[in-house]
């Protein structure tokens, strides 16, 4: 199967490349993750491309936001990095995860568990 492209919005594209995962986060942005382990970030209201996010070096198969002001990526390079929703910062990069990581999950006392 494919990877396919995000759709299109009043403005144009939004999430250009191969996108593997999608999240909206606590500050009404649009994360895409893609194939090549990179994360777009863009305006849900605007449709501008805000930032884009690198640091994994495999595809960003899961992200996931707190709801509070971080966003969690989750990549088959085995790691899971947290990621400042205000200014896109990697505030943290989580490693010993047995194999790739293919879902994030908080608990409701704010526990992450991923698989």
Known sequence: MEPS????APHGTLCTGA?????LDSLDQLNCGTYYGGIQVWSATDYTLLRSLEGHSDA???LSSNK??????G???GTIRMWSETDGSLLR????????VTAL????????FSA
């Open 105 to 112: 999950v908080f608990a409701p006392n704010g526990t992450l």
């Open 60 to 62: 960003v198969r899961v």
């Open 93 to 100: 990069t989580l490693k010993g995860h047995p194999g790739r």
């Open 19 to 23: 996108i593997s995962s999608l999240a």
């Open 75 to 77: 990549s088959h390079d």
């Open 5 to 8: 492209v995000c759709g299109s």
């Open 68 to 73: 509070v002001d971080t966003l969690f990526s």
